[in-house]
């Protein structure tokens, strides 16, 4: 069992995984090109393409969209995010998904219209993938100069390759974590969904 595997077989067993998301790949590669402020591609994308091997599913099944956070707090303006999201549209084109870009610097200013709770100043990109409702979802792959992958996984691999959700109780609601839990669940039955009470108080 992949989950159970010491940190650096993990690690290696998850570039071998994700490397069958055709799609994915393309993503890193082309977001590469644009040169971000400390980007990763993260979430659904990673650990649902996981989710996918190791239940013998296709790779891409089940995946909305792919997620590119960035950092970038020197303008904080809507006209400069939406200047990056329009770049990436020229690179992404042809690809068969939809790709989001988000600058983490400008959180703060809409979290909490859209959740209902304030959320502080991200200081970086990992801060942002920090605060994800379960802790399975906190995972973050970018390529390096020279090819090499750095992936962020502030709660290590074992819950992503051993299909356990986690909560995650540092910014996001329960109501968040549960339906998000709740339509995984749909896609993927073989999922071990821990309950919010399971995790430590905030």
Known sequence: MIGRLPLDEQLAALKSVLSQNETLLEVLDRTSSLALPGWYVTAGCLFQTVWN???????????????????????????????????GKEVFVGLPAEVEIRNEA??????????????????????????????????????????????????????????????????????????????WRQQWPELSVLDWSSSPSR
């Open 53 to 87: 091997v190791v239940t013998d599913r296709l790779p891409t099944n089940g995946i909305k969209d792919y997620d590119v956070f960035y950092f970038d707090d020197s303008d904080l303006s809507w006209e400069a995010e939406d200047a990056v999201i329009r770049a």
């Open 106 to 183: 400008r959180v703060h200013l809409w979290y909490e219209q859209k959740f209902g709770v304030a959320c502080a100043p991200y200081t970086a990109t990992e801060a942002a993938i920090d605060c994800f409702a379960a802790t399975t979802c906190c995972l973050g792959v970018r390529l390096e100069p020279g090819g090499r992958w750095r992936v962020y996984a502030p709660h290590g691999l074992s819950d992503v390759f051993n299909l356990v959700v986690r909560p995650n109780p540092v910014l996001a609601p329960r109501v968040v974590y549960e339906t998000k839990a709740a339509r």
